[in-house]
Structures are given as C-alpha cells and as structure tokens.
C-alpha cells in the first residue's frame, strides 16, 4: 500500500524557509542555553550563596533532564506530531531559563535549570526531525549542516553575553540578564505556531491511522519507544548512538578542558580564552556547514570518514605543536590553529540529523532519531569525568585530553557500518528494513 504523499518534494519555498529560520535559531538558543552556565558559575555562587558542589549539581541535573527532553519530546513528535512537539521543547526552553533568571536560592534554580534541561533536550529531535522531512532529499545534509553550525554562534552569543553582562550590570545582576537572554525562543514560539508547517507526511500518516487504512504491519506496532529496539530499527539505534557518543567523547575531551588549559598551563588568560573561543567558533561553524553540504554530494559516511580524519589530523597536531606557551598573540599561537584545524573536523555531527532521520520511518522518525542522539550525548558525558581523573593520574592536563582521539576513531569505524542513505525519499509508508 502506498500514500499521494511520497515525499516533501511538494513544499513551497516560503514554507521551507519558515522551517529552516525556526530550526536555525531554535538550535542556536538551545546551545546558548546549554552553554552559558559555564560562564556564569561564579556570579552565581556569590549572589545565592551557592558552594561549588551545588553549582556542578545544577549543571549535571540540566544535563540529566536533556536526556528526559530527548527522549520524551522525541516520542511526541511521533505522537502529536512535530510542530507540537517543537512548540512544546521551546515552550519549556524558554520558560526555564526565564524562570531561572528569577532563582532566589538553589532549590529555586536547580527546579527551573531542569525545565530548561527538558527543553534544550528535545529541541534538536523537534526541529531537525521537521527540517528533514521538509527540506528536499537532495538537499537534507546542507540544512542539517547550516542548523548544526549554529551551535557555533550559539557559543559566540554566550561569550559575548556573558562578558557584556559582568561589564555592564556587575556580578549581582549579570547572570539574571544572562539568563533572559536565554529566553528569547519564546517570540519564536508565536513564530513557529502562526506560520510553520506541520510534516505533510506524519498527517497523512496520522489520517490513514485513525481512519484504519494501515498495512497489518503497522496495525500490528506498538509504541515507538518499542519499536525503535526492534529488528533493522535497534541496529541502527545501536550504531547510530555509539557513533555519536564516541563523537561527543572526542569533542568533550577538547572543548571542556581547554579554558583550563590555556589559563592554568599555558600562560593565558580570560581574555585570551573568549579571543580563542570566538575565532574558533568561525572554524567550527565551518566544518559544520561543511560536513552537511558534502554529505549531499558524497554520502553521509564519506562525509562522517572525511570530517573525522580531519579531526584525527587535529589531533595530531595538538600532539606536535600544542603544548606552547602563550606568546602574546592569539593568531601567531600554535596552539590555536591546532584548535582551529580540529574545529574544522568537527562536521560528522552536522550529518547526524540527516542520516538518523533517514534510518527510521515517518511513525517512528522523530523518537528514533532524538533518543539515538540522546542516548549518544549520554555516552559521551563520560569524558567531563575521565579526563580529569587521566590528568591526575599522569600530573597533565594536556595529555589526558589527547586520549580523545580514540573516541574520534571509533566514531569513525562506527559510522562504516551504518547503510548510506543519502538522497532517500521519504514516503508515507515505510518499511522498518531500511538498508
């Protein structure tokens, strides 16, 4: 049995770009969301008297209710359908880093941090899942890659907030102007109800399903938090995750020691962390942008191998010439175009999106893809724990970092035994071997 409605090759120009603005700015907030804690720790303690040990809770919880947001907005967005399901994550995005700005103690933040953990974890499901299915197949990996490298600009925005916020507003007050930044995604809320489409295909999908008209096979499944662990679907789940996660293992083992690095090892200081962070964002959003775009053109696993031995390269690079001192300018450090060059192999996770999406069907699309990436975000949450506990053990930072690599090795090896799927069309109809 098959459906009119065999892909999103039927969209109209306006409608594309309505999805793609929401997805763009809906990933960027969420990553400012995830990452300006990191520069507002301190403020914080100060004004609610918080230790130190109840400042990383906050941040371990808003990580551990990514997971919740991942998973639970990813099975909505099969169950109430997309656009319901990304109104609902920038609802609780928005509200929680609002409410958060209100925070009179550590209880009060600790519950709004959460909200927002909820919502930075299911907004990525939410809106890349609705840019794939809109977006047409030959062209899915470049918007995937365009929305991925906003995590860069979401990272530039935390920086420069964060700093104008203690240059203008002082300590007391900048981490509550910093948090209302974080806010904003609730104009695009009023955005994304009054003029985005809802996927074509889930509604007619969703119109078959209530009206009985079904194959017996899909009659005959069960939820998607199920069937994802089911035949083709769990072997994709499986390697689809651990490739992420060995990703993000590589990715944390650079990006969360390397303020520490420079300032405590290298001679640094904070203003050389924001100069180096603000120009490495530019490599990053590069490499992003990139990988997506060359997954279009050739495949989503040569562009994971290609942006991968990048990295890899980076990575040796660190070994040979990363261990200077500062000299006293940030573009004559070797150091930093290390970390550029690294910042440049960072593009696998722009084909993400993409390449989970076209593993599952439209019923179960939306979950396989959230809680894949979720679960490899979890994976990957070992390295904040491992890398300090290496550097202990050999008295290096530095050295302790390197032992990234091997995540981005394995990442790579992962992502040769997932199918190509380049250029799928998607169809209303689907079965679940999709090799």
Same mark, same amino acid.
């Given at each position: ?263 405590? %090892?290298?001679? @640094?200081?904070? =203003?050389? #962390?924001? /100069?180096? +962070? &603000? ?8 490499? *992003? ?6 997954? %279009?053109?050739? @495949?989503?696993? =040569?562009? #994971?191998? /290609?942006? +991968? &031995? ?8 660190? *070994? ?116």
């Amino acid at each position: 049995m098959s459906s009119a409605i065999q892909g999103p090759e039927d969209y109209t120009e306006r409608e594309r770009n309505f999805v793609t603005w929401s997805a763009v700015l809906g990933y960027g907030f969420d990553f400012y969301n995830l990452i300006i804690m990191a520069f507002l720790l301190t403020p914080i303690q100060h004004t609610l008297g918080m230790t130190l040990a109840q400042s990383g809770l906050v941040v371990s919880l808003t990580l551990a209710a990514s997971v919740l947001g991942g998973v639970s907005i990813g099975w909505l967005g099969d169950k109430i359908g997309r656009k319901n399901a990304l109104l609902a994550s920038l609802a609780l995005l928005a509200g929680g880093s609002i409410l958060s700005a209100f925070s009179w103690d550590f209880e009060s933040l600790m519950f709004f941090r959460v909200l927002t953990g909820i919502g930075v974890g299911g907004e990525w499901g939410a809106g890349v899942v609705l840019l794939n299915e809109v977006w047409r197949s030959h062209g899915r990996g470049t918007g995937s890659g365009l929305v991925q490298a906003m995590s860069a600009a979401g990272t530039a925005l935390a920086v420069v907030v964060a700093t104008f916020g203690l240059a203008q507003f002082g300590e007391a007050q900048s981490w509550r102007f910093a948090l209302l930044v974080g806010g904003i995604p609730v104009f695009l809320m009023i955005f994304v109800r009054a003029k985005m489409p809802e996927s074509r295909l889930w509604l007619e999908y969703e119109r078959l399903r209530k009206e009985n008209q079904l194959p017996d096979e899909k009659r005959q499944e069960k939820s998607a938090l199920v069937e994802i662990f089911r035949g083709a679907s769990l072997r994709y789940f499986l390697l689809g995750a651990l490739m992420c996660g060995c990703y993000v293992v590589s990715y944390q083992a650079i990006t969360i020691f390397m303020p520490t690095l420079i300032i405590r %090892d290298l001679g @640094g200081n904070p =203003g050389v #962390v924001r /100069s180096v +962070t &603000l120009i490495w964002c530019i490599f990053s959003a590069i490499g *992003l942008f990139s990988g997506g775009w060359l997954s %279009d053109r050739f @495949g989503r696993k =040569g562009a #994971v191998v /290609s942006a +991968t &031995l990048v990295c890899i390269v980076g990575y040796l690079a660190f *070994l040979l010439l990363g261990k200077t001192p500062y000299p006293g300018s940030v573009l004559g450090w070797s150091l930093f175009w290390c970390y550029a060059l690294w910042g440049l192999g960072q593009g696998s996770i722009g084909v993400f999106g993409p390449w989970f999406a076209e593993l599952f069907p439209v019923e179960l699309r939306s979950t396989g893809t959230s809680v894949t990436f979720t679960a490899g975000r979890m994976v990957g949450a070992v390295m904040p724990y491992l890398v300090p506990q290496i550097a202990a053990s050999l008295h290096d930072l530095f050295t302790a970092m390197m032992f990234g690599v091997a995540g981005a090795i394995l990442s790579l090896t992962f992502a040769l035994f997932l199918p190509e799927t380049a250029g799928r069309r998607f169809a209303v109809i689907e079965g679940k071997e999709r090799t």
